[in-house]
């Protein structure tokens, strides 16, 4: 079983109430491969990066089991470079710099030794990308998760609804949930997304959690209250990574086993948070990824007879 | 075993994007009892009304096992009034009006008859009120959940402060938490409030569900996502009288049952927003409440093996 994962490989410079870098890998294929090559290996990336992106770094997620055909070295340009500024509840955020350089040209192709893989995330990118990657490939995916965002909404929506067509999984946030369907209530939404496309609609809510709609069943992940949340940059990739990575690991995609994979998503989310960039991804263990599921698991259980 | 509640009774005008009531029966007190005397009877009420209070609600109350003699008419005055406007993601209002009126002179006399009561709910109400029905109370209760506001943070901190010394459990959302504790973080926030006097502390975040904190645990309850939300008015008080109801009928008031008990306080105040004021609190049925009640065990219900 394997994964591909097309998305960004970047820079970023973040400023949030605790602190500043002034230069971070980031990038939403890199927090997902950090996170799904956990649970699954190989991790198939597909990525355009610069002259000046880490080859430690591409060393360091090859010996995690992260494949590196897929990614593009242009030799006269630069990385992706994205800069913000969060606000002190975290919740919003001020993109402060954004500069296109490699992005600019991604026509990303797959290589022959990814075909065949069943498992597809489909990071936040230009419609058109997300449609071509879905197109070179030769065998239809067991599971084509797709995240986007309000932007392709606004000038790229007939595109998206051709993606959302082939999607399996939605990813998106409760604003561009409603912006997508036009409707408030996110029970409403959901079921019109869900009849453009995709069987399944995540709505992630940072720290109030996710929700998981499947025909007329939903499923709620709360997100762990935390003491510290350092750096929310790349927590809904690391999200996807884990709930894409744990699928592949169990090869089961029914709505019970997504519901599973919602919280391990969620565990490694609160991860990514407690340091700047994918720093914290990279140090974790297998036993504290256990540890912190186990804490989901008592932070929604309770008992009752009905009353 | 019995409860005090104590609140206003009231007339609300209400606006949301969905209709418009200008005068519907409201106030703390009575969605506490209408909720709590789905699981508890007597339901002592402590409380203030003028000449206009309906007395059709008076008798439909006490038909519900409320008793009013706590409830002081005053001739000559009317009730009070709140009107207020939600804005469209009903996450958010605007109060047009506050008419005091009878509430001016709320100097709360505790009958004879409620004495020796187990449970008591404070309404959001002045904290001097607050601390003057503790004081009339001749054997300490069981349990004591207070309600509070940013407004009283501001004006009556010095009071406030008192009122959570003799506190067990404090109602608080998200914002005013923040406030009370001057820390971001909720599990900080949490920390501070309880180290003030409540044991337990439960943060509302409406349409985002509720935390419940004690010691180093805690337990969130999701909201259940609805179609419709018609008009949230009252869903914190109709919350915390299921909660303290649920507790006083079972006479448990372990960190165990509360994680229960919040789960259905959530569940009637998922009623209480589905039409106008306390309406669908009065038409709702025992077996309605265990269908709910069912829905939020299925919504956060999941199954894991350590991976």
Not at 51 to 62: G, M, R, V
Not at 71 to 78: A, G, L, N, T
Request: hydrophobic share 45%; glycine share 6%.
């Amino acid at each position: 079983m394997s994964l591909i994962t097309v998305g960004t490989m970047a820079f970023d410079a973040i400023e949030t109430p605790f602190g500043k870098v002034d230069k971070i890998v980031g990038g939403s294929a890199t927090y997902v491969a950090y996170a799904a090559s956990q649970f699954i290996k190989p991790v198939q990336q597909i990525s355009i990066i610069g002259y000046d992106f880490p080859e430690a770094e591409i060393t360091h997620l090859q010996s995690l089991g992260v494949q590196t055909e897929g990614v593009e070295i242009v030799k006269d340009k630069k990385s992706f470079f994205w800069s913000g500024k969060y606000h002190l509840d975290m919740n919003s955020r001020d993109t402060l710099i954004t500069d296109l350089n490699v992005l600019e040209d991604f026509d990303p192709k797959v290589p022959d030794s990814y075909q065949g893989t069943e498992f597809l995330m489909l990071g936040n990118l230009m419609p058109k990308i997300q449609l071509s990657v879905i197109d070179q490939l030769k065998t239809n995916p067991k599971l084509i998760v797709v995240d986007t965002m309000n932007f392709w909404m606004d000038i790229a929506l007939d595109d998206l609804k051709l993606v959302l067509k082939k999607a399996d999984v939605l990813l998106v946030n409760d604003a561009e949930a409603r912006q997508l369907s036009g409707e408030v209530s996110l029970v409403k939404a959901a079921r019109k997304i869900m009849e453009m496309g995709p069987a399944y609609l995540i709505i992630k809510k940072g720290e109030h959690g996710a929700l998981l709609f499947h025909q007329n069943q939903v499923f709620f992940a709360p997100a762990l209250p935390l003491e510290e949340v350092f750096d929310p940059t790349g927590a809904g990739d690391t999200f996807a990574g884990g709930f894409i990575g744990y699928l592949a690991k169990t090869k089961d995609i029914s709505f019970s086993n997504m519901k599973t994979a919602i919280i391990v998503g969620s565990a490694m989310a609160s991860f990514c948070v407690e340091k700047f960039g994918p720093e914290r991804l990279k140090e974790i263990t297998k036993e504290q990824i256990d540890e912190r599921i186990s804490q989901f698991v008592q932070l929604v259980n309770f008992d009752i007879d009905l009353v």
